[in-house]
């Protein structure tokens, strides 16, 4: 995720990045300012549909499609947009989760009881780091200690990871409650935490697996190239020559809201604007290793 000021207006105008709307729909503006230079020099030397007052009418539909376009669009941006804020609301959910269990444990827990402190101090924030490439289907092994705990060396990185890392962390707080270590209220205390773990993923996976319907995506970048490529009917009979470069950005601005819209929709990949999960994952790593 890039991180800038908001107030530096300067900086923003004339700086370009990888993801940069401009830089990526270059080539397809030259060709639709070819596209429209060509329609114009057949308009204004052969064509001259301009004389018909009909055909400049039909052309004119322009000004309700723009409305309708626009407010497709809004829609549409609106939309990727609740699904990337969603998406930061859930990591910011695991941070606090992660510090709460944190916490409960240092209470819970001896202070000479070090082995169990530097499990939970290691597989806390081994959740985020798991649930991070689960999301971004890159599954890799953690270079945690094989010497102090061998189980967390053990995730199966073909199945379901959170999964394994959560049962983990089940597994050895029931083991404690067996060994008399932890009591029952003391194991319901922390109960919540360790669902909220499971809830955070199934959520981040719900909105992984359910990108935007195709028929409502396809719609509206066939409503874009429709609208912009008769765009130069419609204006060549007032504009003359300058329709060339008004189409060219109305193009421009158009495609940039479905580029934008399709990079924020799935706020878990690795594109510029997606959420900083490795970031956060150190967060959370920092924070339960200065708690327990």
């Not at 067996?178 to 996976?205: H, K, M, P, V, W």
């Amino acid at each position: 995720m890039r991180i800038y000021n908001p107030k530096k207006w300067f900086d923003i105008l004339f700086q370009f990045h990888k993801s940069d709307t401009l830089r990526r729909l270059s080539l397809l503006i030259i060709i639709i300012a070819a596209y429209t230079w060509l329609i114009t020099y057949l308009e204004l030397n052969y064509l001259n549909l301009g004389e018909h007052p009909t055909v400049k009418n039909i052309f004119n539909m322009h000004n309700l499609l723009g409305f309708a376009l626009s407010l497709l669009l809004v829609f549409r941006t609106n939309t990727a947009y609740d699904r990337w804020w969603e998406g930061r609301k859930l990591w910011g959910s695991l941070v606090n989760t992660s510090r709460n269990l944190a916490i409960k444990l240092h209470a819970l827990l001896p202070v000479e009881d070090e082995e169990n402190r530097n499990f939970f101090r290691n597989a806390i924030p081994m959740y985020a780091s798991v649930l991070k490439d689960h999301l971004q289907s890159e599954y890799t092994r953690y270079g945690l200690d094989e010497a102090e705990h061998p189980e967390l060396k053990q995730i199966d990185n073909t199945k379901h990871a959170p999964n394994q890392v959560a049962a983990l962390m089940n597994s050895r707080l029931m083991g404690l409650h067996r060994q008399g270590a932890i009591s029952g209220e003391q194991l319901l205390y922390i109960n919540d935490n360790l669902n909220a773990f499971t809830d955070i993923c199934g959520a981040c996976e719900r909105i992984k697996n359910t990108p935007i319907p195709y028929s409502y995506s396809a719609f509206i970048k066939k409503f874009i190239f429709i609208y912009v490529m008769t765009l130069p009917f419609g204006f060549v009979f007032t504009l003359g020559y300058l329709v060339v470069p008004v189409v060219a950005i109305v193009f421009y601005v158009l495609a940039s809201l479905e580029l934008i819209a399709e990079e924020i929709e799935d706020p878990f990949g690795n594109d510029m604007n997606d959420l900083p999960m490795d970031r956060l994952a150190m967060n959370i790593r920092k924070h339960v290793s200065e708690i327990i």
